[in-house]
């Protein structure tokens, strides 16, 4: 039995000795076949041989960008063409949006498409199809790139989501589009001699910043076309003409640059400041004439109206103020808001005036009347402090009032009868005085001739104003 179970074992082993042999040899043969192919992929550059490696038809050998545009064999760091003349680069410009207009801080922003074209020999490439190629900031990082820069810029930066924004594209005979999206605040000087009735004239500055005349010119690619805008609708500002151009600037120490401007012109909306500074301004100096229809009696409601309005018009002033920067000149709306200002003071003052020539005026009349020293003056006076005709009973003395009449006709016909003594003069009153006294005497009529003047006067200053300011 036990003869026959080892005979039955030996048998086994005798049948599965060839296919552990062809197993183990199959694979020595796969890891030489490995081996074989790792020496030839380093060989050939990752080129895999196609004998070794069965082809996948759903994948294309391509050779490496940097193998293609052979940028291991130059060097570029310098520009192309170095030692001979300049380089041209051509810009375009589309004009995304402007994001953001500020009078305190004299600036603007702005969002923007900048390409730039150029040809650079070293990256041509060899293309049966004349096909370019695309790429991204990998890339750019390796070859030269002209080093344009934003004058007078403050803040700038590329935008980086989700990728940075940037694409080159090579042409076969090396020609190259390099196109990033920035956005750029930068200054804008302005002026606002006519605020809030401006027009404003800013410009974004183009320049490159290491390569003079001598070495690289900028120039529009197509000229007038080379600016192109998006529809841009701001909240304050109209924007009406985008327009580029070109110059040269020049610096002491280094020479001549070739500099690109994108000049945009910006004439502000009256609307927003008619609502917010100038109806409010208007109401308020139409507001203290109130109270020339008020009786120069009613001291309580005259003077609260008129330090109301001083009060209000002092605000308005300030808000103003705040919200423009400190220039050192005087703006079209200062001159409108101290005007206006002063036609509310003016109110104030005549009432003043009027409260003063009613009590000189009544108070004469009571020293003409000459009361006896008994009479209570205080029963005489008002609750605002001033004498009234109602309450005064100004029927003179009989004796006092013949007295003078007799005296007054004596005088009358000893004046006539003698005349005018020699070496005397006949002094007549100017009649501005005269006017003036008259006036002093019967105090109501300020309040009559304010009515008039004053809105004539404001009406005169606003055709003045807005035929110098609105043209």
């Given at each position: 039995m ?5 005979a039955f074992r ?23 076949k ?14 895999v041989d ?18 293609l545009?052979?940028?291991e ?6 520009r192309?063409?170095f ?11 589309q004009v995304?949006s402007i994001?953001?207009i ?21 990256l ?5 199809s004349n096909?370019s190629?695309?790429?991204?900031a990998r ?5 030269w790139v ?8 403050k803040?700038?930066?590329?935008h980086?989501?989700?990728m ?20 750029v605040?930068a ?26 005349e001598n ?6 690619k ?10 841009i ?11 580029p151009?070109?110059g040269?600037s ?7 640059y070739n500099?690109?401007?994108i ?11 008619m609502?917010q ?13 109130v ?7 009613a001291?309580?409601a005259?003077v609260s109206?008129g330090i ?5 018009m002092?605000t308005i ?11 050192s ?8 808001l101290?005007?206006?200002?002063l036609f509310?003071?003016l ?33 005489a ?6 004498f ?11 004796d ?6 007799t005296?007054?006709n ?18 007549r ?5 005269q006017?003036?006294?008259f ?16 809105p004539?006067a404001y ?5 003045i ?7």
């Amino acid at each position: 039995m036990r003869l026959a179970l080892l005979a039955f074992r030996l048998m086994c082993l005798a049948w599965l000795w060839p296919l552990t042999h062809n197993s183990s040899h199959s694979a020595k043969k796969r890891r030489h076949k490995e081996h074989i192919g790792e020496s030839t992929k380093q060989k050939h550059g990752g080129r895999v041989d196609l004998k070794l490696k069965k082809l996948d038809s759903t994948k294309s050998l391509l050779i490496k960008s940097e193998q293609l545009l052979r940028i291991e064999d130059h060097d570029f760091a310098m520009r192309p063409g170095f030692g001979g003349s300049a380089i041209p680069v051509g810009i375009d410009v589309q004009v995304e949006s402007i994001d953001g207009i500020s009078e305190v801080n004299m600036d603007f922003t702005m969002t923007l498409y900048l390409r730039h074209y150029w040809q650079d020999d070293r990256l041509a490439f060899p293309s049966s199809s004349n096909k370019s190629r695309t790429f991204d900031a990998r890339l750019v990082k390796k070859i030269w790139v002209p080093d344009v820069f934003f004058v007078h810029s403050k803040r700038s930066f590329i935008h980086d989501t989700t990728m940075e924004n940037i694409m080159l594209r090579v042409f076969p005979d090396g020609n190259i589009l390099y196109s990033v999206r920035i956005t750029v605040t930068a200054l804008c000087a302005m002026d606002f001699s006519s605020f809030p009735l401006d027009t404003q004239n800013c410009s974004l500055e183009l320049e490159s910043y290491a390569y003079n005349e001598n070495d690289l010119m900028l120039y529009w690619k197509n000229g007038n076309d080379s600016l192109r805008t998006d529809e841009i609708v701001l909240s304050q500002f109209f924007v009406e003409d985008f327009q580029p151009s070109f110059g040269l600037s020049f610096y002491s120490s280094t020479g001549w640059y070739n500099r690109l401007y994108i000049n945009f012109l910006l004439r502000r909306h009256i609307f927003f400041f008619m609502l917010q500074t100038y109806f409010p301004t208007m109401l308020m100096v139409m507001l203290s004439w109130v109270s020339f229809w008020i009786d120069r009696r009613a001291v309580p409601a005259r003077v609260s109206l008129g330090i109301t309005t001083v009060l209000t018009m002092s605000t308005i002033i300030t808000g103003v103020s705040a919200s423009m920067p400190q220039v050192s000149y005087v703006k079209a709306v200062d001159i409108y808001l101290w005007a206006s200002f002063l036609f509310v003071f003016l109110s104030v003052i005549e009432y003043a005036a009027v409260n003063y020539f009613t009590t000189v005026e009544e108070m004469k009349r009571l020293r003409k009347a000459k009361i006896p020293d008994s009479y209570d003056a205080n029963q005489a006076m008002a609750f605002d402090g001033c004498f009234h005709d109602n309450d005064i009973d100004l029927t003179p003395f009989p004796d006092t009032t013949s007295t003078s009449n007799t005296e007054r006709n004596t005088q009358s016909r000893n004046s006539t009868v003698s005349g005018p003594t020699e070496g005397t003069r006949l002094r007549r009153k100017h009649p501005l005085l005269q006017n003036l006294s008259f006036i002093m005497s019967h105090s109501y009529m300020i309040d009559s001739y304010s009515r008039v003047i004053f809105p004539l006067a404001y009406l005169l200053f606003n055709i003045i104003y807005w035929s110098m300011y609105a043209s």
